[in-house]
């Protein structure tokens, strides 16, 4: 996984638990691909305190991960849920009501977040 969709998904599992600033910071360099020199000119700071800022939540982000594992468990989880479709897109015998409800329950869970 590159480091901005590793980036991404802690911010939208740990988001609420940075300040107003970082997540502003984090929102518009990642999320909206500004610069330093942009954010910096935004906000009225140097391009090195967006920098130490982002460095900073980045490592704040990635502690909450290390310690809680909710994107792990996350990217586990979906994975887990696309081998349980693939399986049942496998089945050659005739095909229950539940077993096709099944099917169409896991891939709506599969499309929510675009999985």
Not at 19 to 41: C, H, M, P, V, W
Not at 67 to 93: H, I, P
Request: one cysteine or more; glycine letters at 6%; hydrophobic letters at 35%.
């Amino acid at each position: 996984m590159d480091k901005v969709t590793k980036i991404t998904l802690m911010f939208d599992f740990y988001g609420q638990l940075l300040t107003d600033k970082q997540r502003d910071f984090i929102e518009l360099y990642y999320g909206n691909d500004l610069s330093l020199g942009e954010i910096a000119e935004k906000y009225g700071v140097s391009r090195q305190a967006v920098h130490d800022t982002l460095k900073r939540t980045e490592n704040m982000l990635q502690s909450y991960e290390s310690k809680l594992q909710l994107v792990n468990k996350y990217l586990t989880q979906r994975a887990r849920l696309a081998e349980a479709a693939r399986l049942l897109e496998e089945c050659d015998s005739p095909v229950s009501q539940q077993v096709s409800r099944a099917r169409e329950i896991l891939q709506e869970v599969l499309e929510m977040d675009g999985g």
